[in-house]
């Protein structure tokens, strides 16, 4: 598909806030954000003022509005520090060792902060229409009473006052990283709380991530004109700062440079900022400007991120192609952090890494440009259709675009598929519905959210077919950008477009912890039995190879299904092969038996690996 940057700025300007509806009832609130940021480099402290525009559309009036306040997580005794005290596998990049290193002790790094350390943001007035607002901060939310209420369909204007403190960097915000990054600004300004069909979205900062409303960013930042940034958004004055324009002339006040900013119909804004940090860009076909902000630490170090930079334009026009138009016209790398999070048009990733690692990263990070900004997902709630929906994608342009044809795998994803295994037979596996800040474990977290999402996405196109799936991604994209859609939505279009009842599925794969088993128990020189092991039952695809070297697929659709995909001649290995359609096999029948014309050499069950069958020694017959 070839993209037309006139007409990605066209998403923006004809999709309002107030949307049209998706669904019956469907609505959003909208915000517009006007920043004024100045910062002292050499307390890592800054001061800051917001007029932000608020719209409600959610057919009752508000009395009360919440705005969350990230930083104050970084604080001894916060409810992140105490999560890191008791969770059995605590994620190590919080953790220091007070022991030694053959009997470690692991500590939370924040109980240590010392005031000096730790992150804050203290409101100072909160104004309501021009009038003082009654606040209070509770941990990492800040509740604002109104004096008056936000009546439905309207707009309401808040004007916020505030000092923040930087924290030392350990998770995704802070100061000096591991690797010299000056200042990391990720969820770094009180941030209009989502509010929506559900009710307020009041998650308080432990560890995992969010969920917003969409809205316009106008940002300016006062920062020493030795500093060199990279945002979210569109930089408006590139001649007047340092490193986007060669021989800038550096426009200055106080020592100090603004940096001017604007982005629209994002849910997040971020930047990073290093006087040390230099500037690469690159134009996709598609008419997407990428930009890299990075340490050039050394020779290797810059020629990875070079040739990442060129293969990140590659990923966009690749991406578009499969889940549609990206529709902002910038999108920019900038080396911070600790380790890779996404935010509006931008991330901050670890930036010394060999190359197989940055481009690793800055593929997964850039397909949260569809799974998650463009979608606005509730990542609190739905966390595997952001991180294994971005995975999946990530999956697939690695293989496409960094790997020879002959070292491409059959599944894209089968290391995610090996990964979900290790889970599902380890006993620690909870269901993947469950609020991702509540799993007992990182490990579970981890391997739901990331790695059996994907599977979820990859099995959906064995059930439908490999081009339905196609069809599913981009015809959700159509209908639910900048639209905050729940995975019901994402299901409801697959069955639109397959015109295959998924209720089974995505409840079984969803809210229970229950595997697929699969297995060949009989076979005879007329007849072959399958047996379902497990309590999830699947439409089975089985590869009978007989003795003169003929094959025949054998279709087995699942009853609940209500239909059946269609032939799925794109993969190789069907390519040729007869294809019979049986009827379908009851959930409450354990066992199917097909009958064979011929004698049998091999038979195989799902050829194409992506049905997750946990134990799939019993999937393959050799006499």
Known sequence: MKLKFSITLLFLTVV????????????????DYTMDIDVNEKTFQ????????YSNNSGQSLNKVFFHLYFNAFQPGSMMDERLKVIPDPDRRMMQNTGSKEKPQLQSRISTLKPNQIGYQKIKTVKFNGQDATFKEDGTILEVTLPSAIAD???????????????????????????????????WYPKMAHFDEFGWHL?????????????????????????????????????????????????????????????????????????????DSAKSKGGITVYTVFLPTDATIVSNWKTALGMATDFFDFTATKF?????????????????????????????????????????????????????????????????????????????????????????????????????????????????????????????????????????????????????????????????????????????ISGINLKWYFNLFLNTTRKIDYGITNISDNALTIRNNSDFAMPIDVLVTYTDGSKELFYI?????????????????????????????????????????????????DPTQRLADVKQDDNVYKP
Not at 16 to 31: E, H, I, N, T
Request: glycine share 8%; proline share 4%; no cysteine.
């Open 153 to 187: 369909n309207s707009s309401a204007t808040f004007e916020l006052t505030w000092e923040a403190q930087v924290p030392e960097q350990i998770r995704r915000s802070g100061r000096n990283s591991a690797e010299g990054v000056a200042f990391s600004m990720t969820q």
């Open 46 to 53: 800054y001061d800051g003022k917001m007029t932000l525009k």
């Open 324 to 496: 549609g138009a990206y529709p902002w016209s910038t999108y920019t790398v900038v080396q911070g952090g600790d380790g890779g999070m996404e935010y509006g048009t931008a991330t901050l990733v670890t930036g010394g890494r060999d190359l197989k690692g940055l481009v690793g990263v800055i593929f997964h990070e850039a397909a949260h440009s569809w799974y998650q900004h463009l979608f606005g997902i509730n990542e609190t709630v739905d966390e595997w259709f952001d991180e294994g929906f971005t995975s999946y994608i990530e999956d697939l342009a690695y293989q496409e675009l960094f790997l020879r044809p002959t070292a491409r795998a059959l599944n894209p994803i089968g290391a995610a598929y090996n990964s979900y295994y290790r889970l599902a037979l380890s006993g620690k596996e909870e269901p993947m519905s469950l609020l991702a800040d509540y799993y007992n474990t990182n490990f579970a977290y981890s391997t739901q959210a990331y790695s059996k999402g994907a599977v979820l996405a990859e099995q959906l196109g064995y059930i439908i077919g490999k081009e339905n799936l196609h069809k599913t991604f981009l015809a959700f994209y159509d209908k639910w950008k900048f639209k905050h859609p729940t995975p019901n939505d994402f299901k409801r279009t697959a069955e639109e």
């Open 557 to 605: 659709p699942l009853r609940e299904m209500r239909g059946e995909k269609p032939a799925e001649e794109s993969y190789s290995i069907y390519q040729g092969v007869k294809r019979t359609v049986l009827a379908d096999w009851f959930w409450t029948k354990p066992s199917y038996t097909i009958t064979l014309p011929k004698k049998a050499k091999e038979v195989v069950i």
């Open 16 to 31: 309002s806030l107030a949307g049209f509806a998706q669904r019956k009832g469907y609505w959003q609130q909208g915000v």
């Open 203 to 279: 998650d308080e900062y432990v560890g995992r991530e969010f969920v917003a409303p969409f809205g316009n960013f106008d940002v300016t930042i006062h920062i020493n004109k030795d500093y060199v940034i990279g945002s979210s958004g569109k930089l408006q004055n590139p001649s007047e700062v340092k490193g986007y324009v060669k021989n800038a002339k550096v426009k200055t006040k106080n020592n100090k440079a603004s940096w001017h900013y604007k982005a629209e119909n994002i849910h997040d804004f971020a930047w990073a900022a290093d006087p040390k940090f230099v500037v």
